[in-house]
């Protein structure tokens, strides 16, 4: 067993509120400055930059989650993770087809960067990737964990887009086996308000946005590592979240 740092919660280019110079080279390159060892890409409602910020994060010996954060129909943030990168991007076609297309306006938001390993635009998305799309937070669930990925709530410490904050509870359904808090301080109150919460995974991590959002290594999971492989380490790490 051995302690890996962690933080599953990151933003790329492609999202609209992230800075441009969120590529999957600095990100990888911040996250071991900040002493981390496993890092999931998570843009909102797409896994696009999945693909260049595996290469990323493998050639700076990172090992690479490849993720997105959902919004349902409520406006309710999920973390969607998932053990391959094949996974995820067959998620995110499935999602695609359950976007709501408000063309994107730059000027406001910013560009919606795809980017290639070597931090090269490949593309754009033309429609804005942060509003909310037509699944429910039920179907959002099922669908993540038909596909192969472990869901849950983003933020519930968040006014912003938090499950508790937009649902005044934490939901007994869907049944989560974990909860993603942004600031670890908050988790005792909120284990004393929201009972529920106790026998959940509790996930923390940074929903960075800037490079300097990036924390330095504080959250971390014990993980059986032998013998040693970057797969047998995320496959370790999904069996910890499930």
């Not at 989650?65 to 990168?85: K, N, Q, R, S, Y």
Request: aromatic share 10%; hydrophobic share 40%; charged share 25%.
């Amino acid at each position: 067993m051995h302690r890996y740092y962690y933080d599953l919660h990151i933003h790329s280019c492609l999202s609209p509120c992230a800075d441009n110079d969120m590529t999957p080279n600095n990100i990888a390159g911040m996250a071991v400055l900040a002493g981390l060892n496993i890092v999931a890409l998570t843009d909102h409602n797409t896994c696009k930059n999945c693909p260049a910020f595996y290469e990323a994060a493998k050639k700076n010996g990172l090992i690479p989650v490849a993720g997105m954060e959902l919004t349902t129909a409520e406006d309710i943030h999920l973390v969607c993770l998932f053990p391959t990168l094949e996974e995820a991007m067959a998620f995110d076609e499935a999602v695609d087809a359950q976007r709501v297309r408000i063309e994107n306006r730059t000027d406001i938001f910013g560009e919606q960067w795809i980017m290639n390993a070597q931090d090269e635009p490949i593309g754009s998305d033309p429609f804005l990737l942060s509003n909310a799309t037509r699944l429910t937070i039920e179907q959002g669930t099922a669908l993540c964990r038909e596909m192969g990925g472990v869901c849950y709530p983003a933020h519930v410490d968040r006014e912003a887009n938090g499950v508790i904050a937009v649902l005044g509870v934490f939901p007994d359904e869907p049944v989560y086996g974990c909860a993603e808090f942004h600031d670890a301080e908050n988790e005792a109150e909120y284990l004393q308000m929201y009972p529920n919460l106790r026998d959940k995974v509790l996930v923390t991590s940074s929903d960075a946005h800037y490079l300097w959002d990036i924390r330095d290594k504080r959250a971390y999971f014990e993980l059986d590592d032998e013998p040693y492989s970057g797969d047998l380490v995320r496959s370790k790490l999904f069996e910890k979240l499930r």
